[in-house]
């Protein structure tokens, strides 16, 4: 079964870097099936996608925050990693890594399967 | 950036209702448009993907349909289990873009 855990710090302050980290179980992130992701969700709010990358380095990011962002694959650990510079309260939400199926399948790209999501608060 | 606008932005319904959610994009998108649940405090699940494809494990009264701009989600017999937030999301371009989200509730 295909398992994804988020881990992170909670509070982060303005200015800070954050780094996430998503350990993978149940799959590779070495498969050239799938994609991994990154989504976040402010609270109360709707959902955001952050980047992805494949298993080869080839990494796609949302333009807004493209300049903040770098995502990264360490396939020693089955996991990949997420930094996050100069964080503002804007970026307090909840953040979920995710695998992405689809990306050769002609029918789109899906994100199905989540981790639990990880709080980050923007906090002084 | 396609935007994705659903509607309504929440629903009220009993237990057997049939509930019917619809998703607008901005510009084309063929098929390439998915729907996830989310319940309070969890991470979404897929449900449907390329606009009527039933995820694995999905119960059948989930069902999806439209083609372009414009999509439908529906639930023909509404659970208990099923009242939570809806999103659409479309995969035609990058980047990919969510829908505002429909509240399902009683």
């Known amino acids: 079964q295909v398992q994804l855990q988020e881990s992170g710090p909670r509070v982060v302050k303005p200015s800070e870097t954050l780094s996430l980290t998503c350990a993978v179980s149940?799959?590779?992130?070495?498969?050239?099936?799938?994609?991994w992701s990154w989504i976040r969700q402010p609270p109360g709010k709707g959902l955001e996608w952050i980047a992805y990358m494949s298993h080869s380095g080839s990494a796609k990011y949302n333009a807004s925050l493209k300049s903040r962002v770098t995502i990264s694959i360490d396939k020693s650990k089955n996991q990949f990693t997420l930094t996050f510079n100069s964080m503002t309260a804007a970026d307090t939400a909840v953040y979920y890594c995710?695998?992405?199926?689809?990306?050769?399948?002609?029918?789109?790209?899906?994100?199905?399967?989540w981790g639990q999501g990880t709080l980050v608060s923007v906090s002084s | 950036d396609i935007q994705m606008t659903q509607s309504p932005s929440s629903v009220s319904a009993s237990v057997g209702d049939r509930v019917t959610i619809s998703c607008r994009a901005s510009?084309?998108?063929?098929?390439?448009l998915n729907w996830y649940q989310q319940k309070p405090g969890k991470a979404p699940k897929l449900l449907i993907f390329?606009?009527?494809s039933l995820q694995s494990g999905v119960p059948s009264r989930f069902s999806g349909r439209g083609s372009g701009t414009d999509f439908t989600l529906t639930i023909s017999s509404l659970q208990p289990e099923d009242y939570a937030t809806y999103y659409c999301q479309q995969s035609y371009i990058t980047p990919p873009t969510f829908g505002g989200g429909t509240r399902v509730e009683i």
């Open positions: 995710a695998r992405v199926d689809g990306a050769h399948s002609g029918l789109g790209i899906k994100f199905d399967y």
């Open positions: 510009r084309d998108t063929s098929k390439y």
């Open positions: 390329a606009a009527s």
């Open positions: 149940g799959a590779s992130v070495s498969s050239a099936t799938h994609y």
